[in-house]
């Protein structure tokens, strides 16, 4: 008796196209990676556009503050600043010793 057996030898085809799922699973996934990644730069950016939109706000509330104390009508009275008649000054000379004064 004789038993017709189909043939066990993997053509080349079904390995070709077996390569070629593997490659779009493959791809696929990095994709989905690829796109997560840009994702998270796009809210990364706008987080740091509102940092320094916010930033940008406090420098100029400094700088109004900063403005309103220089621009005084009297020029003297710079900021709250009182001038003094007569300054004593720190004397900051150095005193040299040496090590066979001791």
Known sequence: MTFIQPNKDKSVLNKILMLFA?????????????????????????????????????????????????????????GGLVQDKNPEYIDVRPTWSFASDY
């Open 22 to 78: 593997l490659f779009t699973v493959l791809s696929s996934a990095w994709l989905v990676v690829l796109y997560n990644n840009v994702v998270n730069l796009n809210h990364g950016l706008s987080r740091m556009k509102s940092e320094f939109s916010e930033i940008q706000s406090q420098n100029m509330a400094i700088k109004s503050k900063v403005f309103d104390l220089i621009n005084s009508s009297d020029p003297l009275n710079f």
